[in-house]
């Protein structure tokens, strides 16, 4: 076993065991400096071999966790959430983290004053990690300096990020929703209502969770066949351009797929000045959370509290043993029905000609 991986995580006490041919405690011995003669020097050689093999740095932190918990679990934030916290993205993950933490007889530390004095909200002050004074921490957000995330991991210190977030080298646990199968299940949606030309409306965000849903996108286009020759499809180009609103326009293209609900209110703003309805004419779906908003866009929903209370039994299972595995979890997105989809206007050629017809919503 090597370390020349970059994505390869930390080694930990049980690899060291386990190269070693040892029980872990006998590992944790020889590491505390414990000289009992009953570790024979054949073996403690073994274990010491094994820890300059795989790199192994003793943590501290980690090695007191068992006996020395403070039952107070972190949450750091990467953006502000007060005073509008109801407002906030963020709230339900919070209501998740509160309620799990409160059933495992947790208490909760919000780290919401470690500025940097610019506006970005860091870890580290001073060198120092203020999060180590909780058991561990649940971190979200969309904007984390990700050199500290990578120190964080290497460092030992138990964390579980809300959100997927990729550090080359830090394959730290993330509790992620499933953005990639709902943008697949909503084109399905659309292809079941008899829609074969789409057109895919991004934002100018970039991000994991952007890339997720565009790549369920691109997932479905591909395996059902449809056409889409938008620039946000077939360029990374953002914004409703005039091209995709020409299409709606001439009938060459009949859904729309859009990454926020801000984007879908101008389409629907841009389709009524040109005399045109959704879904009667143009069917679009949205791929975030639109719930409260004055229309019913069909669209998906992140269960937030959901991952919430996961995040923190991910976390309290990492506090309670440090070598525990720590691999992401997927939790499923909820595609939800509106009222923005419906067939597409056919052609009906007959006696008095061609008309078209509305297919209504379903």
């Known amino acids: ?79 502000a959430l007060f005073p509008n916290a109801r407002e906030s993205f963020y709230f339900q993950f919070l209501l998740g983290i509160e309620e799990r933490a409160e059933e495992t007889r947790h208490d909760l530390v919000l780290f919401s004053s470690t500025s940097d004095g610019a506006g970005a909200r860091k870890i580290y002050r001073d060198e120092t990690n203020r999060l180590t004074i909780a058991d561990g921490s649940v971190l979200l957000g969309m904007s984390p300096d990700r050199d500290e995330l990578a120190r964080l991991w290497h460092e030992g210190y138990p964390f579980v990020h809300i959100g997927r977030r990729e550090v080359l080298g830090a394959p730290f646990p993330c ?26 409306v991004r934002e100018s965000i970039e991000g994991e969770p952007y890339d997720d849903r565009r790549a369920g996108y691109r997932d479905a286009v591909g395996e059902l066949g449809v056409r889409d020759t938008s620039p946000g499809f077939v360029s990374d180009e953002s914004g409703l351009s005039e091209a995709v609103i020409a299409g709606f326009v001439d009938g060459s293209v009949t859904a729309a797929v859009v990454e926020s609900e801000r984007i879908a209110e101008r389409l629907r703003g841009e389709l009524a000045a040109r005399g045109l309805t959704i879904p009667q004419d143009v069917s679009v779906a949205v791929l975030e959370d639109t719930s409260g908003g004055g229309v019913r866009w069909d669209d998906l929903r992140i269960p937030r509290k959901q991952i919430g209370r996961i995040a923190v039994d991910r976390l309290i299972e990492m506090v309670e043993d440090p070598d525990a595995p720590r691999e992401s979890v997927l939790v499923a997105c909820t595609v939800v029905i509106g009222e923005t989809i419906a067939r597409p206007r056919v052609v009906v050629v007959g006696d008095g000609g061609a008309s078209a017809v509305d297919g209504g919503a379903r």
């Open 1 to 79: 076993m090597t370390t020349s991986n970059p994505r390869q995580r930390a080694a930990r006490q049980s690899d060291v065991a386990a190269l070693a041919g040892v029980s872990q405690s006998a590992v944790s011995r020889v590491i505390s400096g414990d000289t009992d003669s009953r570790i024979p020097e054949d073996t403690r050689k073994r274990i010491l071999d094994a820890i300059a093999t795989l790199g192994y740095v003793p943590n501290p932190i980690a090695r007191n966790l068992r006996g020395k918990r403070t039952q107070l679990l972190g949450v750091h934030t990467f953006e």
């Open 175 to 200: 509790i992620v929703p499933d953005y990639r199968r709902a943008a697949r299940e909503i084109v399905q949606r659309l292809h079941d209502h008899g829609h074969r030309s789409f057109a895919f």
